[in-house]
């Protein structure tokens, strides 16, 4: 897909509401294809049963929650972002900057998205290697740990060191080289 300024398009071309649909659609389609599929094992062994309705219902009315509830609390957070700054997403002019000299960092992570102002962030403090044991999530988390502007701490978490470092050399400036030497 070709833009107007003759470059192909990415997400940084898109609109918040464009950023939170596409980030939500891979699990969206995931669980509509298992309601489906729930669908079809249901009302062919349990057709006449109002049970089998029941499920299939449910299952339904929970795929837009549950595919799009990371994407919305992400939303919620750059909205937060954009009050406490004073500057709007949509307002952005670094189309044509490296991905290291813009001003937003965005990438699609962990069923939502991570939308920062370098601005924003007043300094990294530190990373950490996690374990998730959660109900919905278990293995490996890679955190940066970060103040904001009001001195309050917050944790982004990657599902990879790769990204995490990415987001590192984003906010230094740096240009992100990735290597294939094996020490």
Avoid at 67 to 74: E, R, V
Avoid at 144 to 151: H, K
Avoid at 165 to 172: L, N, V, Y
């Amino acid at each position: 897909m070709k833009s107007g300024r003759n470059k192909e398009k990415t997400i940084y071309d898109f609109s918040l509401t464009g950023i939170f649909f596409w980030s939500g659609i891979t699990v969206f389609v995931i669980l509509l294809i298992a309601c489906i599929a729930i669908g079809a094992f249901v009302l062919c062994y349990r057709h006449s049963d109002s049970e089998g309705i029941k499920i299939i219902f449910f299952c339904f009315a929970m795929v837009v929650p549950c595919s799009y509830g990371i994407p919305l609390i992400s939303l919620v957070k750059v909205w937060k972002q954009e009050r406490r700054l004073g500057i709007s997403w949509k307002e952005r002019t670094d189309y044509d900057r490296s991905e290291w000299e813009r001003d937003w960092y965005l990438d699609c992570d962990r069923g939502g998205f991570i939308l920062c102002h370098r601005a924003y962030i007043k300094r990294i403090i530190g990373s950490r290697v996690e374990t998730e044991n959660g109900e919905y999530a278990r293995g490996k988390v890679y955190s940066v740990l970060y103040e904001d502007i009001d001195g309050k701490r917050h944790k982004l978490k990657f599902s990879c060191d790769t990204w995490a470092q990415r987001f590192r050399m984003w906010f230094e400036k740096k240009a992100y080289v990735e290597s294939d030497e094996i020490d």
